[in-house]
């Protein structure tokens, strides 16, 4: 069937490491650089060879084009390898900035991004970057694998094909997670399998979009950020930031210990809808304290799905010390905004706080998502 | 239909406090006391009233009775309430304790025991009376409701109905969490929904039984303790524990900081498969300072399913500074085993770092559910 | 807390029968009349005797009332029992037609409507009663249960209790379906499990309503159904139609058989999205000379979630000897469809098969959720 | 790393068509013959073309070799394509025969066998293919995919190699599905999603095999056939069989004419627990005669999951008339088995009837899963 000459779009892939390319040493899986580029290379599904030799010499090396799509598109993708490669456990806030300053870098050369990164802090990165990226208006993916590409058996060439085409193809104006098939907003995924290729959910809102026999993608869903300023990064992010768990029995000495300066923000993931011991004079004594002397505290619940209310006898004691609730946001998307907010130089602490009940990347839901009781349909 | 006179079996049920028997203040929900025996005296699917009359003066005001069961069996069950009650957010390892020397009290004297207790921290104290039962050889039951039974709709009729059941009926001897319609091993479970009635999660067992249109139990999968030993339980259970969540920029001196005296033992919460950061120097030294202290560090996955396996570089060099992989503990198992362990003065602390790596009461997977791949089925 | 008096809403039960009233006898469970009222009566969460006793003599035998709920509202509910009850497989389109006659004699004198019903055929008197209510704008709900509502553990109380709350409290004006804490609409639901309290599956639209901790209600997929005339129930519907599945090896002989008058129309239950053998002549001959005869054939999928859609060549021969694509419709919608569109004596055989091409009681999905694959978001 | 000679097991692939191999055409998609062999060559995570080339001539045009799995095993795959290839639609009882003729020809040939089949009718074919093949000692494993491999996005890929992987590396001596990295009992399935690439569900039975980050193999699922005799296929299938779905309105009329000669078997689609009315005298008295002129009738349930059960009397009729209780088999392998039982020329009518009551493949649960409520733990 002739076609038309397909249309070229372009997709820059940065690849910071993880599983996805990773082979097996003495010490356990590790990444290795450089190898990645020539193993695409090799394998039709990813890399058009043939395409290829006919463009050059408009092929650098560190690019590769797709196979024609459904679409009738072309996705010609280029490769940016960061030093070093990172399992994704030893990424940092300074390894986000780096990612974001590539993001700044070429964000006018490309019409998408995709990110490669190892699924285990993914969910961290996916939530930091989300708010690092103001104004954003293309789209970025960040996805990696269980088990390496390199591999027989693994799911690193489909979720690879997969993050390219959304992001060569559509606009999505979000920081999003691509993984097994699905479409996810980035601030809203968690990694809740470990040896499952379903390795994410997205446990307070339904995915983005879909991509089995059809890609379907939920329009009313995707974030719109209503603005028509520049896209620019964000990236000196407050890491005085931490994530602190309650627990029964926990004591006040831990908690004050995990409070002390430089601390200015602490995520605590309470029970149930926001629940802590409302008993414990001793601890909400630290987090008043806390508070007192300009510490942050947001409000996260332990349980997978649920939503910071103001139900219990229990939780309203936290907000009256002085604790802000989180919503249904996730930890790690609530340590990103603290972090990112904090790092606001030209905001107050009262407005700080303020940004940290809003909702600025969908990250959390305001209103709650399907109307509560109500007798009348308004 | 004429039957013949019923078995009669008698149920201990402990009151704790929690939402199944909360009631609506200006402060927000709180547990009232002295309520609930009349509120279910008032209920015909908790109490047969008929039949307690006619049993006076056997029947003393905290006792109830079931209608008759399909399997014509008389639940017969004292309520005894704890004071004060207690929103299970306010639960310490100090009422762990008061409910395990309930069970010491009265195990001799009733077939089986529901505890009652609010869904926040169930799974906590699910775990640790676990541990804190040893050669236990009746049916233990925790159970609760996201709604309390004094409301219209609520899940507290159905979920007490059911722990009665299980109790009085079976003798599955492990300590066990009934929630709508499914009974699950109490160490194996999370609170995973704080807005749905099905809120508990065993994510790495299935449940052991299920009671639905037919209550069928998965016998093979029921615990066994292989003891004629004496029940009794242990309740000085050590508190210098605590839960630390991994998260990226983590500073070494908030891990420290945590890791200082009194503290004994840590359940880390790591990345994926049990990872942590492997080039960060300054962590590993606190940790490696703490095991050389003496502190016990037990490795726990932060996603809802999976194993701590040492698969990657990252993980391996945690088993190097002498973290205990946790295998697929849930950190509210881990911490409970921490605790009971810990507290056992008469072994040493080489014996309770082995012991902490051995299934004690079903917690943990020792070999994996499945045959990984294997060639010949041997 | 002192409450106004309540607002009163009254909502009539039609009892067809079905296993929430069965008892056990000889040949097993059987629907027992004149039971019912009474032990409802005896149930305080379904009956408010006090409130009841306060208001006689308002109150005739056959009304109950819920005590109040959540939302200040008083559910005063009067239950008709059709003689004889059915055991739901004993259902037939006569039966169909006697209760569609009970909504319109006492549609002005009730705000909502439940039907008990056995769970068998409750899909298909759903959606059989979808089509028959025309211009319906009050709340019907149809429900029953797994488990009589006699016994000890059972479905009923809970699900009898739910579809009182919605009929009574909210104007969602369609037929409904309400089982283990969802309402669904009653044309796309089918029963999916016999042992299992949740029976219902509605495999192409998400439930219209959830309740659980919270009642939330979807409005956006609630049917509007855009009209101000009177509601009117269409009760002579055409039984010559019937259900054929296709099945490899199924001969033509079976087929000409199944369409022999007096048929006028069949569902297909064909594969996947559609498809049938295209390279069996004998077959399509008999379905062309089948709707040469005017006997309107509708195509459905056999799979539990799927779309009849043109994409096969297998599917589009079907198309070629006038076979009406049923898109995701349900069998037991398709087959209501067909009775009811087929008994419309004031239009034409072609403006029927075009009507049977139209969602007219959001029983099918014209235009699919979530957009296909579009490149741009318009 | 090196290794030593990787040892070589040996698979063969019978072709019989489907959506695998299928390119869009004017009339929609269609099988295209002599394409597949061709389109693998190029795969290289499907093809070694190294290794093949230096064990010409060994290697045939229609044999091709997986990469070294991590099992140090060596794949090497025959293709047999059938001709024609068939859309699964219009595959028939011949065919089933066609390819069982060919499991005989090649059975000692190979180490295990993978069917391409489209998934339409994937789950009959499984189904007839258990119980064609007798005495099975060696893995057969159906597979295909949504979406042709020769699509950029497609599910073929992955389901050929794992297809592949569990036929040559796992003795599972059974006839398989595997789809969507699940290895199912082929009599076990049904289709249930035309959308989506988790197609397939085997709702009274749990997967045999997982493979997703691990493979793991249920091996006390595993049938085990306890024969020492020769493997054999039953070709000479009876074909008199149909399926029939009860629904309300049914017409004795419409069931006459499907059980009239040459009709010797009938799989009666019943409703829940095997109901179907008992009050329709001129419904039971055409199935009585059926069964009186020596027609057999089995009973299945319409419903997803499911197990024909004398629990109500509407089901209890139908034992009356002579219906046999089909337990918890699908449709489609009640077909299948009728067509295989009646086909036995050995045995008498009343053992054909006994032979339908037993579990000859896996295919029936007789003891139900889970033991049903039981007091003590025998």
């Known amino acids: 069937e002739p076609r038309g000459a397909a249309a ?24 290795e650089p450089n190898k990645l580029v020539k193993a695409l290379k090799k394998m039709p599904m990813l890399h058009d060879k043939a395409y290829a030799q006919e463009r050059v010499p408009e092929f650098p090396d560190d690019t590769l084009v797709l196979p024609l799509s459904k679409q009738n598109k072309r996705i010609v993708y280029t490769i940016k390898e960061l030093s070093p490669l990172l399992d994704s456990s030893n990424m940092t806030p300074d390894d986000w900035a780096k990612i974001a300053k590539h993001l700044q870098k070429y964000y006018e050369h490309y019409d998408g991004f995709v990110i490669l990164h190892g699924t285990d802090t993914m969910a961290y990165t996916a939530s930091a970057l989300s708010f690092m990226c103001e104004n954003l208006g293309k789209t970025v993916v960040l996805t990696g ?18 993050a ?69 990064v964000h990236t000196n992010m407050n890491t005085n930031v931490a994530l602190l768990r309650i627990f029964p029995g926990i004591t006040a000495a831990a908690v004050k210990a995990f409070l002390q300066p430089p601390i200015e923000g602490i995520v605590l993931e309470t029970y149930g809808s926001g629940n802590a011991p409302n008993n414990r004079e001793d601890l909400l004594e630290e987090l008043k304290k806390a508070t007192d002397q300009k510490v942050v505290i947001l409000n996260c619940t332990q349980c997978l799905r649920g939503t910071v209310t103001p139900v219990y006898a229990t939780g309203q004691t936290l907000t009256a010390v002085g604790v802000i609730p989180g919503s249904d946001m996730t930890p790690e998307a609530a340590l990103a905004k603290l972090s990112y907010v904090l790092s606001k130089t030209d905001i107050s602490w009262e407005e700080k706080r303020e940004k940290l009940g809003e909702n600025l990347r969908g990250e959390m839901t305001v209103v709650p998502t399907g109307a509560k009781i109500s007798l009348t349909n308004s």
Request: hydrophobic letters at 40%; charged letters at 20%; a neutral charge.
């Open 8 to 31: 070229e779009e372009r997709v820059l892939v940065i690849n910071t490491g993880g599983t996805i390319g990773m082979v097996a040493e003495s010490g356990g899986l590790a990444p």
């Open 145 to 162: 694998s269980q088990v390496p590409i390199y591999e027989l058996r693994n799911d690193g060439r489909a979720n690879l094909l997969g």
């Open 164 to 232: 390219l085409l959304f992001a060569g193809q559509f606009v999505i104006p979000e920081v999003c997670l691509y993984f097994y098939h699905k479409l996810y907003r980035g601030n809203r995924v968690t990694k809740v399998d470990a040896g499952s290729f379903s390795a994410f959910c997205s446990p307070n809102l339904p995915p983005l979009a879909n991509a089995e026999v059809d890609i379907t993608v939920n329009w009313e869903t995707v974030w719109r950020a209503n603005t028509t300023e520049k896209f620019r």
